[in-house]
């Protein structure tokens, strides 16, 4: 198992920014990608960013292309969500998640942390 602890949601304004970090520990040989996702209030879950545990492939959704950055500390086994130019309808619940290898998808997932923008 894969434990993942995100951080560093909260409260910002419009045009603000907020870095999220998430924290993996516990079988982090077995992982293959780690990835941020979203879920706005009454909607779905969206995919924001991937990167390869080797950092070595990064893939951003197009509807966060240019402002969110996704990024890997290998000594610490953190991964980072960099958000600029926040606007109220990225607010929702963030959610850090790892791919482990052989899995088809990201199946391990942390608690979700709150990013509320407000204009």
């Known amino acids: 198992q894969v434990q993942l602890v995100e951080s560093g949601g909260g409260s910002v304004q419009s045009g603000g920014s907020l870095r999220l970090s998430c924290a993996a520990s516990?079988?982090?040989?077995?992982?293959?990608?780690m990835g941020w996702f979203r879920q706005p209030p009454g909607k779905e879950r969206e995919f924001l960013a991937r990167i390869g545990w080797s950092a070595s492939t990064i893939l951003h959704a197009d509807s966060v292309k240019g402002r969110f950055t996704i990024s890997r500390d290998k000594t610490m086994n953190n991964v980072y969500l960099q958000m600029n130019i926040l606007k109220p309808e990225d607010t929702a619940v963030y959610y850090c998640?790892?791919?482990?290898?052989?899995?088809?998808?990201?199946?391990?997932w942390g608690q979700g942390t709150q990013v509320t923008v407000s204009s």
């Open positions: 516990g079988r982090t040989n077995s992982i293959l990608a």
């Open positions: 998640a790892a791919q482990r290898v052989g899995a088809a998808k990201f199946d391990q």
